[in-house]
């Protein structure tokens, strides 16, 4: 993995959403895929498709349809309190930085929409209804096996210099995404990524404690470390 160590690359691959508009090799993209499908997926399946969009047209239409649903998750925001983590500073800097790429998704040299096939169990019309309700009940590990990829390719672009911020909001408007890749029906879309040189630098990831997220055998305990 080029020359940074594992846990260099892991506590530096924060969101970068200030891009130049240098174009990215292929040949790095290339290593950036061939590290994201060493990801586990549910039965090995590999159902995963990776559209990489570099088309001029098609990022800045996949970029108004960004800008579109960011309209919707402004509005979510406006109802909901600050996390108590992030103080005004913080929280003013953060929401200025997520306003940028809402106006510039379309001006990243690569734009990266990984998806995934319908599950190989989607075919069986025969299952019993109580097995079928259990699966549709499910729905919350949909990603499950999409998301471990797209981690892989956070700390592959951290690794090869380049920033990358994983989002979603696009699948407001899932259809219009679809529309512009010419997707098929058994394939669905999962984040929608930026990729491209920084502008800036890449920056120390800060989170909350271990013990504050973490519990030894029972809720509400404390895990010690
Ligand atoms: C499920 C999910 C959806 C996200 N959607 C967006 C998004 O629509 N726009 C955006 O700018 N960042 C988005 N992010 C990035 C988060 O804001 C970011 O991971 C978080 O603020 C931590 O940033 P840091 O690693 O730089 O500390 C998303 C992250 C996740 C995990």
Redesign the pocket.
């Given at each position: 993995m080029a020359e940074t160590g594992l846990f260099e690359v892991m506590y530096s691959?924060?969101?970068i959403?200030r891009l130049r508009p240098d174009p990215v090799p292929d040949e790095v993209i290339t290593k950036v895929l061939d590290a994201a499908i060493r990801a586990p997926s549910g039965s090995n399946a590999q159902s995963w498709l990776f559209m990489v969009v570099k088309d001029a047209g098609k990022r800045k239409q996949l970029g108004a349809v960004y800008k579109k649903?960011?309209e919707i998750?402004m509005k979510l925001y406006a109802g909901a309190p600050r996390p108590e983590h992030m103080d005004e500073k913080k929280y003013a800097r953060?929401m200025q930085?997520?306003q940028h790429?809402f106006d510039h998704m379309g001006d990243a040299p690569v734009l990266l929409v990984p998806c995934l096939k319908a599950s190989m169990w989607s075919g069986n019309t025969n299952l019993p209804a109580d097995i079928k309700a259990r699966m549709a009940g499910s729905v919350r590990i949909a990603g499950s096996s999409i998301y471990p990829a797209v981690q892989n390719i956070i700390l592959a672009c951290r690794a090869f210099g380049l920033g990358t911020?994983?989002?979603?909001?696009h699948a407001f408007f899932e259809e219009e995404v679809r529309a512009i890749l010419n997707l098929p029906p058994d394939v669905q879309t999962y984040a929608l990524m930026p990729i491209g040189y920084p502008q800036g630098h890449h920056?120390p990831?800060?989170?909350k404690s271990v013990n504050e997220v973490a519990c030894l055998d029972s809720y509400g305990k404390a895990w010690p470390g």
């Open positions: 691959a924060g969101a959403r649903a960011s998750l953060f930085s997520v790429l911020v994983l989002t979603t909001i920056f990831v800060k989170r």
